[in-house]
């Protein structure tokens, strides 16, 4: 299985100021096509995972454009320009070129200082 | 707007088989552009990926290796459906149980509509 690796395990985060996780992974997720496959979820408090960015760093449906992915192959970054309230949670990267064995990393907890 | 409605009991005793149902609408569980899948969260294991079905002219189900012999993924094209089977829980598969769609009509899309888990544990 390719193992996912998360860092920091825990974020406290100002209101308004930018903050930045870590992803790698280890084994390459860049495909042939081109496109590396590798997701973002946030899960909110006592919520189910919801899909923030796709292949790196398309945003899904509904998510702020302060929410952006970059990296490719085996280092990924997701950055959120400012920090409001609403972000705190627990964020997970998830590789997808081992389809269906995709693996999650263990998550980095984001909460307001 | 697709939802996903997850149903099942949220205790079992060991040894017995562990049964989840996920509901699916506005989607089709036949449709050839998803894939449904079913994951689970714990303490011990994070959230790991347990089995898939997808419909690509006929049916293809996957499972992981970790439950592999244990577990059966079964899409209910009648009730638009799919379920989870795992059998001979221990403690350990206690967690909570998510079901999820990748979509990937025409590309990949990521894992964008999830259920709203069932937490599951295993005592006697």
């Known amino acids: 299985d390719i193992v996912m690796t998360q860092s920091p395990l825990s974020l406290p985060v100002t209101p308004g100021e930018p903050a930045s996780i870590s992803c790698r992974s280890s084994q390459t997720l860049l495909h042939t096509d081109g496109y590396s496959y590798l997701d973002w979820y946030l899960q909110k408090p006592g919520q189910s995972p919801q899909l923030l960015l796709y292949?790196?760093?398309n945003r899904a449906s509904g998510v702020p454009d302060r929410f952006s992915g970059s990296g490719s192959g085996t280092d990924f970054t997701l950055k959120i320009s400012r920090v409001e309230a609403e972000d705190v949670g627990i964020y997970y990267c998830m590789q997808a070129i081992d389809t269906p064995r995709i693996t999650f990393g263990g998550g980095t907890k984001v909460e307001i200082k | 707007q697709v939802q996903l409605q997850q149903s099942g009991p949220g205790l079992v005793k060991p040894s017995q088989t562990l049964s989840l149902t996920c509901v699916i609408s506005?989607?089709?569980?036949?449709?050839?552009?998803?894939?449904w899948n079913w994951i689970r969260q714990s303490p011990s294991r994070g959230l790991e990926w347990l089995a898939r079905?997808?419909?690509?002219?006929?049916?293809?189900?996957d499972y992981a290796v970790s439950v592999k012999g244990r577990v059966t993924i079964n899409p209910d094209t009648s009730k638009n459906q799919f379920s989870l089977q795992l059998e001979s829980v221990t403690p350990e598969d206690t967690a909570v149980y998510y079901c999820?769609?990748?979509?990937?009509?025409?590309?990949?899309?990521?894992?964008?509509?999830w259920g709203q888990g069932t937490t599951v544990t295993v005592s006697s």
């Open positions: 079905t997808q419909y690509r002219s006929k049916w293809y189900n």
């Open positions: 506005g989607d089709s569980v036949s449709s050839n552009g998803a894939a």
């Open positions: 292949l790196g760093s």
């Open positions: 999820a769609r990748v979509s990937a009509r025409g590309g990949y899309y990521g894992m964008d509509v």
